[in-house]
């Protein structure tokens, strides 16, 4: 970055661009400030201000911390919001342990012709919008659904049973959607894992087991930290699988979010509820960058 | 344990079974929405009752297929829409931003860098209600203090490019950055040397070389917007898009028109998909 054109520039004599003002960063920074600015920085900070402000006793708007307070007060609240973040962290956990050795097999395991041809493949169905890929899944678990009629029809079952609507079914179809964000980053973090360490641990006796851990995860955390933080991330904010796939009881918390936006159209409790999350998923990051001693800046590299 | 490594058969074979098993678990799903769309039933369920195409071209008050549902193909068309302006804007703007975090110095780098990965860590529902939020104050405020009626700032087409924008932008920067690494900075150096300004140097040197990068990251950028919903969810008005439509009717009981645009969707996407893999081999 340093060695690159600035220094050039500024050392010819004369040139059109070089006085005073630098127009390459000029032009470069204006259209990058507005969008930060307008769409990421500002929105967020209204938010925070929409939160903190409530309706008195007379109907007007005064400062007040009562969104927050009716979050603690009311159960269902913080239920919803406790139980959104275990599950996430949960789904970030399974999505590792399933993804990591089919990671492995592609890098490591099967022969170099169908190396390539294997990792398109298993990239190829994230392509799809999120929304084909749960209908399919309740497809295939409702109580009319294509399992069912397996079932019955090799007479395992006597009667349809519903498969979807259940925290289960729920988990697995959040492990399912986030499971391409996990495999990119161990894909090529076990690339650049050199082979001939792995054989001399093997020579030197090692158990599959030890090399895994000793060897292979150490090497991959990087990896295997970018890859949670985008799948905690998106399963935490995630609406789409949980309203579909999960129980009527067992909400969501971004369903508790919309409620308030959309149904009860109480958009300052809303926005409490917003900042909540916005707070619960950066700290989580922030703690899971501070165990594992990474930086966001080389994570996303 | 890797391919040069001899293994006994039990571990190899077991391995073999957990990859077959993991691959039918990740087509099912696809393949079965996709073979349910040509069955000739009221539902998109078994049993199998003969091959129809009705579902994409039917035309009855019973089976309308897809090609005559006038709801459906709307959305697509809005989807299509949103998804052109939000990919020409991203790429547009990601691509400042990379020359302006790879090849500029200024006060405050490391934290307008931050600033930029931040949609990374915002779930995409928050900046759905915070730019609602922020839209819906500057339209109080101009309406307040002008006395002018902004349409932008009501939900709406405009609202929802510009939501998927503001994060759509930072992958394509990412991704248009990852190539300008690799760039040798003696062609720029070279072409300056021999006399052409800066802007001509990026347009015949730099945008060459970042030709597939930025590609591959428009086609990214259309395929995010397309299909995004939680973002959406939030910014739309009367003009639904094809995600939001989808879910909509799937959330009310289904009909198979969903697994036929289902079928579509599958064809598109991996036809894009190709699109930029073609490219990014390219890249290398």
């Known amino acids: 970055m340093e060695s690159g054109i600035g220094h050039i520039i500024s050392q010819r004599k004369g040139d059109p661009m070089k006085p005073g003002i630098r127009w390459g960063l000029v032009i470069f920074i204006t259209p990058v400030l507005v969008w930060l600015t307008v769409l990421i920085l500002l929105p967020q900070v209204d938010m925070f201000i929409m939160s903190i402000r409530a309706k008195n006793e007379l109907g007007e708007m005064v400062f007040s911390i009562g969104n927050f307070k009716l979050f603690f007060l009311e159960p269902i609240y913080w239920r919803t919001f406790a139980r959104t973040a275990i599950f996430s962290i949960l789904v970030t956990f399974l999505t590792f342990l399933i993804t990591m050795p089919i990671a492995f097999y592609i890098t490591k395991v099967v022969s170099p012709k169908f190396q390539g041809f294997l990792s398109v493949l298993i990239l190829m169905p994230f392509w799809v919008s999120e929304l084909v890929r749960v209908y399919g899944w309740m497809i295939l678990l409702r109580e009319s659904g294509v399992i069912n009629h397996f079932l019955i029809k090799f007479g395992l079952l006597n009667k349809p049973i519903e498969m979807l609507y259940n925290d289960a079914t729920m988990i697995m179809g959040l492990v399912y959607t986030s499971m391409l964000f996990m495999l990119v980053p161990l894909l090529s973090a076990l690339e650049s894992l050199d082979n001939s ?35 905690f991330m998106l399963t935490l904010g ?41 707070i619960l998923s950066s700290g989580i990051i922030w703690m899971g960058l501070k165990l594992t001693k990474q930086t966001l800046g080389k994570v996303v590299q | 344990m890797i391919r040069n490594i001899p293994q006994t058969k039990t571990y190899s074979r077991g391995f073999r079974l957990y990859v077959i098993l993991y691959f039918v678990f990740l087509f099912a799903p696809l393949v079965v929405t996709c073979i349910l769309a040509f069955n000739d039933s ?19 008050m019973e089976m309308t297929g897809i090609f005559n549902d006038q709801i459906n193909l709307d959305s697509i068309w809005v989807s299509f829409k949103v998804a052109f302006f939000v990919s020409l804007l991203s790429t547009f703007v990601g691509t400042m931003g ?12 490391q934290l307008l860098f931050f600033l930029m990965l931040a949609p990374l860590v915002i779930p995409g529902v928050i900046l759905g209600i915070s730019i609602l939020l922020f839209s819906n104050t500057l339209g109080l405020f101009f309406e307040t203090h002008f006395g002018l009626d902004v349409g932008l700032f009501r939900p709406g087409f405009w609202l929802v490019v510009l939501g998927q924008f503001s994060f759509i932008t930072t992958i394509v920067t990412l991704i248009v950055s990852a190539r300008l690494k690799k760039f040798d900075h003696t062609l720029e150096e070279a072409a300056l040397s021999l006399g052409a300004t800066r802007f001509e140097t990026i347009v015949h040197i730099t945008l060459k070389f970042l030709r597939p990068a930025i590609l591959g990251a428009m086609a990214v950028a259309f395929l995010m917007s397309f299909e995004n919903f939680n973002t959406t969810l939030f910014l739309v008005g ?27 969707m599958i064809g598109g996407t991996s036809l894009l998909a190709l699109v930029n893999l073609y490219f990014s081999k390219q890249e290398r």
């Not at chain 1, 579909?244 to 409490?272: H, R, V």
């Not at chain 2, 009367?238 to 579509?264: E, F, K, W």
């Open chain 1, 197 to 231: 360490f792995i054989e001399a641990a093997y020579d030197l006796g090692g158990s599959v087991w030890s090399i895994a851990t000793r060897i292979v995860i150490p090497h991959c955390l990087p990896g295997i930290v970018s890859g949670s933080i985008v799948v």
């Open chain 1, 238 to 278: 995630n609406y789409l699988t949980p309203n579909l796939m999960g129980g009527k009881n067992g909400l969501w918390f971004t369903e508790q979010i919309y409620n308030q936006f959309i149904a009860s159209f109480n958009w300052n409790q809303g926005s409490a509820f917003g900042f909540l999350l916005l």
């Open chain 2, 42 to 60: 009221m539902f998109p369920s078994l049993p199998w009752k003969g091959f129809t195409l009705e579902w994409f071209t039917g035309n009855t």
């Open chain 2, 98 to 109: 990379a020359f302006l975090f790879e090849q500029e110095n200024f006060p405050f780098k």
């Open chain 2, 238 to 264: 009367s003009q639904a898009t094809l995600p939001i439509n989808l879910y909509l009717q799937v959330r009310d009981g289904s009909t198979p028109v969903i697994n036929a645009i289902s079928v579509l």
